[in-house]
């Protein structure tokens, strides 16, 4: 079983849409998750954490079920620039004291005009 | 922009030959991580490295290794390359050891393809 699964998607809405993808982990040891948005063929970027229960940043809203090792994201009024994959991330020590960042496969997502 | 930068930005290799990343961080980080990614799975950790010393590796077969300078920038170096090498290459700066998710910023990587 990997670390973090994700909705393998790909997740086609139309514009104004809300739109949810899911996130399970199997480290019970992770205290915070992530998730990061990646635009085809760039770098990944930051776009929230979940420390607690949840946290919510305009039309993003994150949620995280600690009993049942879920993470979720809901995006709600999609828009076109929203377009891209979605990552699911949980942290974990390495070998050694590294804290890497245990990625999962992405959810794609397309906001259709 | 993060301030990470990365060279070269594409490079194609042919099997068995060894390749070397360049990876320049955000200033004032001490911390760098390499990831590999495969089309179409999300990042994988390779190591990190802390003020010049391998701080921490994922499963990754010896052929990887890595250097940090004094100024804290990074080498990642493949050699033998496979094809299952092709892949964006990315290194990540933060500031400490905790390299939390948030603190770490990532580069816009190096694509590789092994022919």
């Known amino acids: 079983r990997k670390e973090v699964e994700q909705d393998p998607g790909p997740f086609n809405v139309p514009e104004g849409a809300t739109v949810a993808f899911n996130c399970t982990y199997s480290?019970?040891?992770?205290?915070?998750f992530f998730w990061y948005r990646q635009d085809c063929r760039k770098e990944p970027k930051l776009l929230m954490s979940v420390y607690s229960s949840g946290n919510e940043d305009g039309r993003f809203t994150a949620q995280l079920n600690r009993a049942s090792q879920y993470i979720s994201l809901l995006i709600r009024d999609s828009k076109l620039s929203d377009s891209a994959t979605y990552l699911c991330v949980a942290p974990r020590l390495s070998s050694g004291s590294a804290r890497q960042l245990t990625f999962g496969s992405g959810t794609q997502l397309t906001v259709l005009p | 922009e993060t301030g990470v930068t990365q060279s070269p930005t594409h490079l194609i290799k042919t099997r068995g030959q060894q390749v070397t990343l360049r990876c320049s961080s955000q200033s004032g980080h001490n911390t760098v991580s390499w990831y590999q990614q495969a089309l179409g799975q999300g990042p994988q950790f390779i190591f990190q490295y802390y003020r010049e010393e391998e701080n921490g590796r994922g499963n990754f077969p010896p052929r990887f290794s890595g250097l940090q300078f004094p100024n804290y920038s990074s080498e990642l170096n493949v050699n033998a390359l496979e094809l299952d090498d092709s892949a964006l290459y990315l290194c990540a700066s933060s500031h400490s050891l905790s390299g939390g998710a948030g603190t770490q910023y990532f580069g816009p990587g190096t694509r590789l393809t092994v022919l």
């Open positions: 480290n019970s040891a992770s205290q915070s």
